[in-house]
């Protein structure tokens, strides 16, 4: 998936498939823990960063965000869960597990 990033006022957007919400900038912290490198993909549900986990000595991870106008439906956030509990059960030597 392709993004554009634009730029209004002093927020930069995500534009992808339709959606639009606010991008974490390079540097940002979530949840005191993960540092955003960069935004690397993104489909219906949420968008995917490039992030350095703070707790883990900057080891390089993926971090799925729900998208901003899904927070308000209770069924999107119910299937966004889900998804994440059916991720952490995949094994496979290709998927990182820590």
Partial sequence: MEFK?????EHPTLFSA???GIVFQPGAVVADRFEIVAPI???GMGIVY???????GGQAKALKVILPSLMKSERAQERF????????QLSHPNIVTS
């Fill in 81 to 88: 869960v889900r998804e994440a509990l059916v991720a952490q």
């Fill in 18 to 20: 339709g959606h639009e």
């Fill in 5 to 9: 990033l634009d730029t209004l006022g």
């Fill in 50 to 56: 490039k992030v350095t986990d703070r707790l883990m």
């Fill in 41 to 43: 993909g993104g489909g």
